[in-house]
């Protein structure tokens, strides 16, 4: 079945520094990509769309600024924590769908990220 | 707009069965149910497509009713592995393949 793969599986960082997450297609090619979050006993939030070779789409609430989206390839999208703060620890997750007849979405391992 | 699941929490013994709902405001396209373990990503268990569809392997089936945009996950004969928090996530007419909107999720223990 289709894989989805995320990068680094957990971060420490101190505050004002810059994270940067990966998403990777293994066996397919994904032209969308979709970054969620989530925080501690609450759901997955959506967070913005990622469009291969055009600009991210993203929900209502989430700073463009601060959260840069970049999906180059057609296996790889990248989601940058610019000058993370405390409130931005949490648990970071794409998912991408290869477009099949079952529909299914394929979701990544997930990133922890810890702000200090 | 997100999805509403039903009942919030529930505590069962092996064996026993459950019922956990999800209704939407909004016509969907598709339903997509998830289980999730503590700090674990969430893990596929089935999509359902089209209204009337039912699905389901082993003792974990799912029902979507298009017209009333709803959808129902049926666990039978509980197992100690089903614990866990449960999600469906909505696909919605006329938005992008694949993005979904996460129900607030519904946390089932059960109990040996």
């Known amino acids: 079945g289709a894989v989805v793969s995320q990068h680094p599986s957990w971060v420490i960082c101190k505050s004002g520094t810059s994270v940067k997450i990966e998403c990777r297609s293994l066996?397919?090619?994904?032209?969308?990509m979709f970054w969620y979050r989530q925080f501690p006993k609450q759901s997955l939030m959506l967070m913005a769309t990622?469009?291969?070779?055009?600009?991210?789409?993203?929900e209502q609430g989430v700073e463009k600024d601060k959260f840069l989206i970049n999906h180059a390839s057609l296996t790889l999208s990248t989601l940058t924590v610019t000058s993370a703060h405390p409130e931005d620890s949490s648990f970071y997750i794409c998912?991408?769908?290869?477009?099949?007849?079952?529909?299914?979405?394929?979701f990544g391992e997930g990133s922890r990220l810890t702000v200090l | 707009q997100q999805p509403v699941q039903s009942p919030q929490a529930v505590i069962l013994r092996e064996g026993e069965d459950a019922v956990i709902n999800c209704s939407s405001s909004?016509?969907?396209?598709?339903v997509h149910w998830y289980r999730q373990k503590h700090g674990e990503a969430p893990v596929f268990l089935m999509i359902?497509?089209?209204?009337?569809e039912q699905k389901g392997h082993e003792k974990i089936s799912a029902s979507f009713n298009e017209k009333k945009q709803q959808s129902s996950l049926y666990l039978t004969a509980s197992q100690l592995s089903y614990s866990g928090t449960y999600f469906c996530?909505?696909?919605?007419?006329?938005?992008?393949?694949?993005?979904?909107?996460f129900g607030q999720g519904t946390i089932l223990t059960v109990h040996p």
């Open positions: 066996d397919f090619q994904a032209t969308t």
């Open positions: 909004k016509a969907l396209y598709s």
């Open positions: 996530g909505t696909e919605m007419r006329g938005t992008s393949y694949g993005k979904l909107t």
């Open positions: 990622s469009n291969e070779g055009s600009k991210a789409t993203y």
């Open positions: 998912s991408a769908t290869d477009r099949t007849d079952t529909g299914e979405l394929f």
């Open positions: 359902l497509l089209k209204g009337g």
